[in-house]
């Protein structure tokens, strides 16, 4: 009972942090995490104990599912390239760089579990990468690359940080080439074998379910069997979780009926909301546990943190800038993709903001070295969690800034807007060829009100390529539309008060209400 209770305690600080970050503006990863950060040191508030297991295994599945499944498979598949070669190729070099400068710090420790702080620290967290992106409105194919990146990069470093564990519990010393090639197939290969599996599985169970319920149930399963199943051949849960999340979002039109999609997405932006929230208050919290079995002496345990900070910090642009500009040398992919204007990679890696897996996975450092040799843990999840609050404070704050400084083109609202209408157009004429097909099974008075609503549809889809200075028809209809429909609901309500209709009519009377309102508001943010 003392457990739930805290559970709903923190999951109460993260939403009210949350809507503080609105009300002010701010990030709400930022909030959460300064707002962790004073919360952890407040006298009688709970002490907090981060278990690794719980963020690999219960938190960071759904987020990547939920994540994966809102990416475009399109835009992914046409910035493979860049994706990877931050997803794999950064990470890997921020790995062997951060280990590298720990151990000439520190060269007592194996070179082996220096790389596993390298590994720990590598990734950018994918909840703050989409969080802060989105926030800030950077260029769409920014985002695609970022948020693909964050989807591919945990199982990059988490298989390297698995390899570098072993060989510094390994009795024998060590591991070989051997060793290392096959945990990386049976991570990789098997994660995008459970993945593809799990498409396959759950596009067959989501296509023959016809309840929403139902739907949104099985959904909340997907990310969790899929990492069970993973985990139990030791492949990548991360990887199979990506793959499946990717292949069932690009079907989903196919698979569920429009209740069970409507369904699905508000549960999905509940769950990210409150998960996200309480990942980032969590990584706050944990400062006071982190400071506790730490011993160093003050002077070398600041130039130890300065010197990881930086070197963190500077490897993500010395990867950059030869990733995005060598690769144009090749005629092929000049062509194909000409070269950036150098603001793109200067707010790419500005955006490598570590989070809840760099902690896990610190939390998850063995206790000690082959033969029960102790070593500096304690020193290893600080640097972790410093890398986590710089990151965080520092990038996370400043990018909007920085973002707005660069000027960077923005995606064209007239292109999107003259495309979209173009499609609709061609909607609208298959539509109302069906509409011409069927017209004389129902009445005239159906069919023409099926025009009028395919003709209203297709003008809005026009209106949207005028200005903002004056009203469209159709902001004038929703706003008429908007106070009909607060005239209905009050008489339902006076209605079901003085018990002339039970409450289930009043229940369904809203119900359609509710929906026609929400298409309304969706017409005019749009």
């Given at each position: 009972m003392e457990g739930l209770f805290e559970v709903v305690v923190f999951l109460a600080i993260a939403t009210l942090g949350a809507a503080l970050a609105r009300r002010l503006g701010l990030l709400a990863p930022i909030v959460l995490v300064v707002l962790g950060l004073l919360l952890s040191f407040l006298p009688g508030f709970p002490h907090v104990r981060l278990d690794p297991e719980l963020v690999l295994v219960g938190i960071l599945p759904p987020l990547l599912y939920?994540?994966?499944?809102?990416?475009?498979?399109?835009?992914?598949?046409?910035?493979?390239?860049?994706i990877l070669l931050l997803a794999v190729g950064l990470v890997l070099f921020t790995a062997f760089v951060v280990g590298t400068v720990v151990h000439l710090f520190l060269?007592?420790?194996?070179?082996?579990?220096c790389l596993a702080l390298g590994a720990i620290v590598a990734p950018p967290d994918a909840v703050a990468a989409t969080a802060v992106a989105r926030r800030v409105g950077l260029p769409r194919r920014v985002v695609t690359i970022l948020e693909g990146e964050s989807l591919l990069?945990?199982?990059?470093?988490?298989?390297?940080?698995?390899?570098?564990?072993?060989?510094?519990?390994?009795?024998?010393?060590?591991?070989?080439?051997?060793?290392?090639?096959?945990?990386v197939l049976v991570a990789a290969g098997g994660g995008i074998v459970i993945g593809l599996l799990g498409v396959v599985v759950f596009s067959f169970l989501h296509r023959r379910i016809t309840d929403a319920v139902l739907d949104n149930a099985l959904s909340l399963i997907i990310p969790f069997a899929v990492v069970f199943a993973a985990e139990n051949?030791?492949?990548?849960?991360?990887?199979?979780?990506?793959?499946?999340?990717?292949?069932?979002?690009?079907?989903?039109?196919?698979?569920?009926?429009?209740?069970?999609?409507?369904?699905?997405?508000?549960?999905?932006?509940?769950?990210?909301?409150?998960?996200?929230?309480?990942?980032?208050?969590?990584?706050?919290?944990?400062?006071?546990?982190v400071l506790r079995d730490l011993d160093e002496p003050l002077g070398s345990l600041v130039g130890i943190t300065a010197a990881v900070l930086l070197t963190v910090f500077l490897t993500r642009f010395v990867w950059l800038f030869p990733a995005t500009y060598l690769a144009r040398l090749v005629p092929r992919v000049r062509q194909r993709d000409p070269a950036p204007s150098v603001k793109f990679p200067v707010v790419i890696g500005w955006a490598g903001m570590r989070g809840v897996v760099t902690l896990a996975a610190a939390l998850a450092l063995p206790l000690t070295l082959a033969g029960d040799r102790p070593y500096q843990r304690a020193l290893l999840i600080w640097l972790a969690f410093a890398v986590i609050v710089v990151s965080l404070v520092v990038q996370g704050a400043t990018l909007p800034m920085v973002a707005r400084r660069l000027r960077l083109p923005p995606d064209d609202p007239v292109q999107d807007a003259l495309s979209a209408a173009a499609v609709q157009q061609q909607a609208s004429r298959a539509a109302r060829e069906r509409l011409d097909a069927l017209a004389d099974t129902v009445p005239k008075s159906v069919a023409d009100r099926a025009r009028?609503?395919?003709?209203?549809?297709?003008?809005?889809?026009?209106e949207r390529l005028g200005g903002t200075e004056r009203e469209t028809p159709s902001?004038?209809?929703?706003?008429?539309?908007?106070?009909?429909?607060?005239?209905e609901r009050e008489v339902f309500r006076a209605a079901r008060d003085a018990g002339r209709i039970p409450e289930e009519a009043l229940v369904r009377a809203y119900r359609d209400l509710d929906l026609e309102e929400s298409l309304l508001r969706r017409k005019v943010e749009e």
């Open positions: 939920v994540a994966a499944l809102e990416t475009s498979v399109p835009a992914f598949r046409l910035n493979l390239r860049p060269p007592h420790l194996p070179y082996a579990i990069n945990d199982a990059t470093a988490l298989v390297l940080l698995r390899v570098s564990i072993v060989a510094v519990t390994a009795t024998g010393g060590g591991v070989g080439a051997g060793e290392v090639a096959r945990e051949i030791h492949a990548s849960g991360v990887v199979a979780v990506v793959v499946t999340g990717l292949g069932i979002g690009h079907r989903m039109p196919l698979l569920m009926s429009a209740a069970s999609r409507l369904q699905v997405a508000a549960f999905w932006r509940l769950t990210r909301f409150l998960l996200e929230g309480l990942v980032f208050l969590l990584v706050g919290l944990q400062l006071r546990e009028r609503m395919l003709e209203d549809r297709t003008n809005l889809a026009w902001e004038a209809y929703a706003r008429l539309r908007q106070e009909m429909i607060d005239a």
